[in-house]
């Protein structure tokens, strides 16, 4: 992986759209101290650390088309985790299935952070992460790039005049038919129930074909194992003694 990189730094040496810049940075997390935002110490040397590891990706727009010849080198089926925050999902499915690849996209680089760190930690060669809005994703990928989507835990977005955010609205969902196989998997998992229910409706406006769905995961003998891998927010609700909503589709 790291091959990839340098042969991209060495190929691109303008790799980055100013626009891109200026958003990755206005949503880096600050700390408020009157009017002056300070980053804390932390955050700011795991941002600059995200920049040399060679398993994480930012700006690089030339991957579009080429994840599997450049960054895993092989022809594996690509899954990607959005919203991945610190990655859990990704590391947990790379170490269960060997022969796929993974790449999980948040645009939280501090967040990110954990998971690459983790990765190169145990020297899981088929998980990469990319620090981007998932707005972008269409430039980060061709049509059928992708074999399979999970979403994990969106930000719900609950008020009506943010409905466009959420990562299940008809746009996102353009985005993601834009770039996933025909009859790919994308996997929703959510403890809430708003969101829920506009995912359900969103779908059956698009036409899209709900392969299982249920409002109580845990309730049932799960369809598949690896539902049982629980993410940090998962944990959380958990904890909190949410229920877990869960639903599967093919967009058409
Ligand atoms: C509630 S957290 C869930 C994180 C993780 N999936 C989990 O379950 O622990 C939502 C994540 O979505 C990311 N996010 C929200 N909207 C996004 C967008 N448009 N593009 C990229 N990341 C986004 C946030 O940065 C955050 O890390």
């Known amino acids: 992986m790291k091959a990839a990189k340098s042969e991209f730094q060495r190929t691109n040496p303008n790799l980055c759209g100013a626009d891109d810049l200026i958003r990755l940075n206005d949503l880096t997390v600050h700390n408020k101290i009157g009017d002056t935002e300070v980053m804390s110490k932390k955050k700011l040397q795991r941002l600059a650390e995200l920049e040399t590891f060679p398993n994480v990706f930012q700006l690089q727009k030339e991957l579009q088309g080429n994840w599997n010849r450049l960054v895993f080198k092989n022809s594996n089926p690509i899954t990607l985790e ?45 998980v990469a992460f990319l620090r981007t809005y998932i707005d972008h994703l269409p430039e980060y990928f061709l049509q059928d790039e992708v074999e399979e989507i999970w979403i994990l835990f969106p930000d719900p977005y609950v008020k009506k005049s943010k409905e466009n955010k959420r990562l ?28 829920f229910q506009f995912t359900l409706e969103t779908l059956m406006q698009q036409g899209a074909k709900i392969i299982f769905r249920t409002s109580d995961l845990y309730s049932e003998d799960l369809p598949d194992e690896i539902l049982n891998e629980k993410t940090f927010y998962e944990k959380m609700h958990l904890a909190n003694k949410k229920t877990i909503k869960y639903v599967k589709f093919i967009l058409k």
């Not at 859990?88 to 967040?111: C, H, T, V, W």
């Not at 196989?181 to 708003?194: I, M, P, S, Y």
């Open 82 to 126: 959005l919203a991945c925050g610190k990655g859990e999902y990704s590391l947990a499915m790379a170490r269960k299935f060997p022969q796929r690849n993974f790449i999980g996209i948040d645009i939280k680089g501090a967040r990110i952070w954990r998971g690459a760190k983790t990765a190169m930690d145990e020297q899981l060669i088929n």
């Open 168 to 195: 299940t609205s008809s746009s996102f969902l353009k985005r993601y038919q834009q770039i996933i196989k025909t009859d790919g998997l994308v996997h929703l998992k959510t403890d809430d129930n708003q969101l």
